[in-house]
């Protein structure tokens, strides 16, 4: 049987009856049709079609004027049929896409898995949230046969799915580094030399690279352009800012990182961060550093990890829960 006379018999019949009793029967028939229609992607201009044929059986003598009108009600359809069309296909590549970008996250995820290291006498916190689905932000603990610890902490200038990429290679590139090479300054060194044989130019990643040695109490870093962070001097409460210099990694091939220690006595905090969280903003403003350390030390006497967690949300919630950039931010505390 002929689908299209099929339902054209059906609406017509529906119409009719809808027409002289305007009860909810017919409605509820239109209804059912409207579902037919959807299941064989009927267009909406053959629907509208489907009624002006309907409406010429039943009101052979229409005025032409009413039968203008549906004329250019159909044309009216067929230029939405083609706009929804169109809309439709960018929706399912966008829905594609965003599937895609989530798998990738979470291959991010795993591929820059790092597990906070349990070492006696420190107390370390962190949390990093990404303000899209790709974090741009990346930390990593290494914990060294001789009891230190390293803390890498970049950020990519630029993000999404290039911003991974990067700090897959970065990851990789440290990992296949000998313990004994992982000291800050030429773990730099040797990063900028990968980046900028292996990245786009108009990429930079700043980078932050300590090492904690429990034996002497010390901590030696070198820095690649990154946020400067704090020290809290429990001795004379109160904090300074992390003195660096060194340029991004990838801008000059032979570029040097210079070399800094700073002991790290009992009480003492060491505060890594991105620019996610010096670039927070109340409304339109940035936010002060001087705000920053004003948060940390309301809750400088919770567990490091708790410090972090109140921290971030006080700036989400300062934002209206819509981060602008990703925000990470690191605390390790000395505690014997």
Do not use: W
Request: overall charge negative; charged content about 25%.
């Amino acid at each position: 049987m002929d689908v299209a006379k099929l339902d054209l018999d059906s609406y017509k019949d529906l119409l009719k009856k809808y027409i002289k009793q305007q009860d909810e029967t017919s409605l509820y028939g239109a209804e059912q049709m409207s579902k037919s229609f959807i299941k064989n992607n009927i267009p909406p201009e053959e629907i509208v079609n489907l009624h002006i044929q309907a409406l010429a059986k039943l009101y052979p003598n229409i005025s032409e004027d009413i039968q203008s009108s549906m004329n250019f009600l159909l044309e009216t359809m067929i230029y939405y049929g083609l706009a929804h069309q169109e809309f439709q296909s960018l929706r399912e590549k966008q829905l594609a896409l965003q599937s895609e970008i989530a798998v990738a996250a979470n291959v991010q995820d795993t591929l820059l898995a790092t597990a906070k290291p349990d070492i006696e006498g420190l107390d370390i916190g962190v949390i990093s949230v990404p303000a899209h689905q790709m974090n741009g932000d990346y930390h990593h603990f290494i914990k060294g046969k001789d009891g230190s610890l390293g803390i890498a902490m970049a950020d990519v200038v630029g993000k999404g799915v290039p911003a991974a990429l990067c700090m897959s290679m970065i990851k990789y590139s440290m990992d296949i580094l000998e313990e004994e090479k992982m000291i800050p300054a030429k773990i730099l060194k040797y990063l900028n030399r990968v980046v900028e044989r292996n990245v786009d130019t108009g990429m930079f990643i700043t980078m932050f690279y300590a090492q904690y040695l429990p034996t002497t109490q010390m901590l030696h870093y070198a820095s690649a352009g990154h946020e400067p962070g704090f020290i809290y001097n429990a001795e004379t409460d109160d904090f300074s800012e992390i003195e660096t210099a060194g340029l991004v990694l990838g801008v000059m091939a032979d570029s040097e990182y210079p070399s800094y220690k700073q002991p790290v006595n009992i009480g003492d905090m060491i505060i890594l961060l991105t620019d996610g969280v010096t670039e927070c903003r109340r409304g339109e403003e940035f936010i002060s550093r001087e705000e920053i350390l004003d948060v940390i030390r309301e809750y400088m006497h919770l567990p490091a990890q708790e410090i972090v967690d109140r921290v971030y949300k006080y700036f989400e919630r300062l934002q209206d829960f819509q981060l602008r950039d990703d925000f990470t931010l690191l605390i390790m505390k000395r505690e014997v």
